[in-house]
């Protein structure tokens, strides 16, 4: 079983749905980042969080520590939201070790 | 633009070969990790430096290796190299350990 899990692996929506991306993981973390990978292929790392929620622009990201779970929700989706979202952990071993979930393909039509 | 640049973009070469991956990170961060993206692996960490010295190790092979270097650019060298060592290989910034990584476009790597 993978230490991080990312459901659905695969999103297709309309645009102007809201969507939601969840990740559980199965280690102790001190971090969690949400990236954000297009068809071309480059990484943007979107957030990095801790504890409680982030928000920036129509995008937001929660987690509960205790739950060992995280969610990105997309707010008034668009077909330029459609790319692989990575949810990857930051292990609490002390080392900088990052960890990857498989990813999510989503798929915003027009 | 992350700030983050990595050279070649696109390398393609046969296998037993060596090749070196070059990235040199954001100005002012001090923290460099290398990634490989395979399509039956997903992202895995390879190697991590922080201020020109090695921090955490991932699923680093023995015939890699990478250093980074007093004005903190970083390089990956590839040796030995196999037909399931093509890939795209990342290198990431963050101004020191624990903070937001900026990713640099990635390194193709094609071994023939």
């Known amino acids: 079983k993978n230490e991080v899990e990312q459901s659905p692996q695969n999103l297709t929506a309309q645009e102007g749905e809201f969507i939601t991306i969840n990740c559980s993981y199965s280690?102790?973390?001190?971090?969690l980042h949400w990236l954000q990978q297009h068809p071309g292929g480059g990484i943007v790392s979107l957030f990095m969080?801790?504890?409680g929620k982030k928000k920036h622009g129509r995008l937001i990201a929660t987690i509960n520590i205790q739950e060992k779970h995280s969610s990105l929700h997309i707010t008034a989706s668009h077909p330029r939201d459609s790319a692989v979202y990575i949810c990857?952990?930051?292990?609490?071993?002390?080392?900088?070790?990052?960890?990857f979930g498989q990813g999510t393909r989503l798929t915003i039509n027009p | 633009d992350s700030g983050v640049t990595q050279t070649p973009k696109h390398l393609i070469t046969a296998t037993g070969q060596r090749v070196t991956l070059r990235c040199s990170p954001r100005?002012?961060?001090?923290?460099v990790y290398w990634y490989q993206q395979s399509l039956d692996q997903g992202l895995q960490f390879l190697i991590q430096?922080?201020?020109?010295?090695?921090?955490a190790k991932g699923n680093i092979l023995e015939r890699f290796s990478a250093q980074q270097f007093p004005d903190l650019h970083s390089e990956l060298n590839l040796s030995s190299l196999e037909l399931g060592d093509s890939a795209l290989y990342f290198c990431?910034?963050?101004?020191?350990?624990?903070?937001?990584?900026?990713f640099g476009s990635g390194t193709q790597l094609s071994v023939l």
């Open positions: 990431a910034s963050s101004r020191v350990l624990g903070e937001k990584l900026f």
């Open positions: 280690v102790g973390i001190s971090a």
């Open positions: 969080l801790s504890s």
């Open positions: 990857a952990v930051i292990l609490l071993s002390g080392a900088q070790k990052l960890v």
């Open positions: 100005s002012g961060d001090l923290s």
């Open positions: 430096y922080y201020n020109g010295e090695e921090r």
